[in-house]
């Protein structure tokens, strides 16, 4: 098992940055594939990034290619989620989550992750 506690997040101004941390704690780290989903209100919860175990290989959704970048620190038990240029549409909770046996047509899909953490909350204002 593996435990998740996300943090970072905030208040921005549209076209800021935050990066959010996603600090593992349980088993071993590097076993685990991790990927960030969002919740804006009254919206379903979507995939915006993964990263894979081992190799590291990176995914993103469309509408934040180019703009936010998923990396990994095995040692100190992190993912991170750097969010560049970010929009009023980036507004939401966003939440880590991880899982041992992803294949890659599942990365994208929440209910295929066994943990997740408790959220933190990212506005973007106009």
């Known amino acids: 098992q593996v435990q998740l506690v996300e943090t970072g997040g905030g208040t921005v101004q549209a076209g800021g940055s935050l990066r959010l941390s996603c600090v593992a704690s349980?088993?071993?780290?590097?076993?685990?594939?991790v990927g960030w989903f969002r919740q804006a209100p009254g919206k379903e919860k979507v995939f915006v990034a993964a990263i894979k175990r081992y190799g590291g290989s990176t995914y993103y959704a469309d509408s934040v290619k180019g703009r936010f970048t998923i990396s990994r620190d095995n040692a100190k038990r992190t993912v991170y989620l750097q969010m560049n240029g970010l929009k009023v549409e980036d507004t939401a909770f966003y939440y880590c989550a991880a899982d041992r046996g992803l294949i890659t047509s599942s990365i994208g899909i929440g209910a295929h992750y066994d943990y997740w953490g408790p959220g933190t909350q990212v506005t973007v204002s106009s």
């Open positions: 349980g088993s071993t780290f590097s076993d685990y594939t």
